[in-house]
């Protein structure tokens, strides 16, 4: 996450801006909503580790009693065969406030810290069962380029 990143961007009832320390247990929360199970002391680790680079950033929307109704992860994504371009790494808005833009204020904020990096594209990786996503990604001026496996192996 970057000190230089965007400026603080207000849409209605809610401020984006970058996370912070105090967030990870609201941040843990939500991302258990998204599927991926997290303590709050495992997002603040790995919150630490993003920040020692500047090739990441984590916003939250924030509503004005506090809470954070949802957070994008996004990084830049280097490889030989192709440019430089910045990754939607996690997105999840909460279910209680989905459908109200805050979602769209969120892209805003990943997509202009893109821009600030010298990304002339932004891409996400979007698990085929969340058709939900897809709208939205399509939505907002996403093209669906390719279908892929993911493979894994832990080591």
Not at 124 to 138: D, G, M, Q, S, T
């Amino acid at each position: 996450m970057t000190a230089n990143s965007v400026n603080p961007v207000a849409k209605s009832s809610c401020t984006v801006r970058l996370a912070k320390p105090a967030d990870c247990d609201q941040i843990a929360e939500l991302a258990g909503q998204l599927g991926y199970p997290s303590t709050a002391e495992q997002i603040r680790s790995r919150m630490a580790e993003m920040q020692k680079s500047k090739q990441y950033a984590v916003y939250v929307a924030e509503l004005p009693e506090g809470n954070i109704a949802g957070w994008i992860g996004v990084s830049i994504f280097r490889c030989i065969e192709l440019d430089a371009c910045a990754e939607i790494n996690g997105f999840v808005v909460s279910e209680s406030v989905r459908s109200k833009g805050l979602g769209r204020v969120l892209l805003a904020a990943a997509e202009n810290w893109a821009r600030e990096q010298g990304c002339r594209e932004i891409i996400v990786h979007c698990n085929v069962i969340r058709e939900r996503a897809h709208r939205f990604y399509l939505s907002n001026a996403f093209e669906h380029k390719k279908t892929q496996k993911v493979l894994q192996k832990v080591l």
